[in-house]
Structures are given as C-alpha cells and as structure tokens.
C-alpha cells in the first residue's frame, strides 16, 4: 500500500455453506476510534464507491467500507445461491467481530441498505443508525428486471475509455457526476483480463437475481416494522426502485423516517457529491454521533 492512500485494505474470514472465503474491505481512520460507520454497496459495486464519504467522515469517525461476497476484491462464491442477503448479513457479523466495535452506524446503497434493514431488524442489534440509499421495504419490479438486463452480462472492454462509456451508460442514475467521478468509479469496477478489461464482480451474481426476481419476496415491511434505530431514507428524485409512495410510507411506520429527496437522479446516488455527503455526517451527528 502507498504511503498516500489513506486507507487500510484488509480482509476477513467468513463462511457460506461449507465454503470458507475472504470478504475484503477498505478501513478508514483511527483504528482504535469506537464510533464506527460500516458503508455497504449496492449489487455489483464495491467498497470503493465509498472513498469520498470515507474520507470526509474519517476525521471523526472509523469507516469500514466493505467489498460484499462476489465483488471488488471478495473471493467468489463457489455456490452462488450463497449470494443472498441473509447470508450477507452473516458475513457483515463477521466483520463486526473483527472491528471489536459493540455497537455501529451504516450507511448502505440499495443491496447495502437491505442488508442494514436486516441487521436492524433483529434483536440486540448492534446498528445505532441507519442511513439507506434508495432503498426501502417494497422494491418495485421493474426495476428489479431492469437491472436484471445487464447484471452479469457486461462485454469484455479494450480499454479503461471502452470501460467508461460503458458505465456511464447503464450507470445513468447516479446522477450528473464529473469526468473525474466516472473514472474513478470506472477504474474501481474494472479489472484487467488478457490483453483487455472485465468487470470485477461475479457474472452469476446476475444469474441469481434473474432466476429469482419474479419470485423473491419484495414486500419488507414485517422487517421495516421492527427496526427501533433512528433512519434518514436517501431517494433519487427519479428512482425506480423506491418509489415516493414508499417513501411517504416509511415515514409513518417502523422507526419513522427521516427522508430527503435527491434532485436529478435516479438509482442511485452514488453519495459522492458534497451536498450528498452532507446529508449523511448531518444525520449522524445529529444523532449524537
């Protein structure tokens, strides 16, 4: 690692089935800090979506931001009906044993944030507030068969510039991001293969959810209902994954909701601007965090 990169990768051990595999993460600030912010991406993103947050909010706080099974620099599943959310969660205990925090802060995009509404659901959960990005407890099926379209089935690219224009093509929904925002999240979802580019993220991650998004359980509102932790709901302003009814909703069941609207976005914000960062060190402190 280079003395100017101002993280620590690591990795920790965790199990699906009888499958043992490393779970990698990025660790930011003082190690020994116990205000804790686990950030956890969305279905085929990384840790590394998470550096401008991280770096903003490590001066007061330590932020683990992880790779979820299948992606970033995680180690595959070799049963990939391993990639579901409860086992997710599993894994993310895992990693919270190994912080030695008792208790955590999450912020979490789409994937990230249902695997925080499940953490917080459950009984002497250790997560003290919960930031969810575009996400919520009924997710809309077309978008579920939208993003289904492409997951897994990205082509092989020539150059990192191939790469780019790629994602920024299916990727419209993060918002109006800068030339340097598309490269970093362009650079960070890549890897080299032979003489050109793939992405950095298992294929049968999209194999899982087309087999099972006409049949999955999209209604998480017995879930919502249980979560005491204080909330700020995060909303692209044209998401099609949780729509504002939901979001309404939200706010009047389970923990009460707070809620902001993203202007100019859909799925979802990539929480890279400094107004969307913002919204998030805003929220946790003034939850006394």
Known sequence: MSNTTPFRHGSVLCMSGLQLHRMAYTDWGDPDNPDLVFCVHGLTRNARDFDRLAAALSPRYRVICSDVAGRGLSDWLLDPSGYVVP????????????????????????????????????????????????????????????IGEYVGRAPRFASVEEAEAYMRRVGPG???LDDQAWREI???????????????????????????VDTMDANLWPLW??????VLVLRGEHSDLLSSAT?????????????????????????????EIALVSDFLKAEGA
């Open 87 to 146: 086992n997710y969660v599993n894994h993310m205990l895992t990693l919270l044993a190994r912080s030695g925090a008792e208790r955590i802060h999450w912020v979490g995009t789409s994937m990230g944030g249902l695997i925080g509404m499940g953490l917080a659901a459950l009984d002497q959960s250790p997560i003290r507030s919960l930031v969810l990005n575009d996400v919520g407890p009924v997710l809309d099926a077309p978008a579920l068969r939208r």
């Open 174 to 176: 993060f918002g109006e």
């Open 186 to 212: 362009t650079l960070s979802s890549i890897r080299q293969a032979g003489e050109g580019w793939c992405m950095r993220y298992d294929p049968a991650i999209g194999e899982v959810m087309r087999a099972t």
């Open 225 to 230: 209902d249980r979560i005491r932790c204080p």
């Open 247 to 275: 979001l309404a909703e939200m706010t009047q069941r389970g923990p009460g909701a707070r809620t902001v609207v993203i202007p100019d976005t859909g799925h979802a914000p990539m929480l890279m601007k400094a107004g």
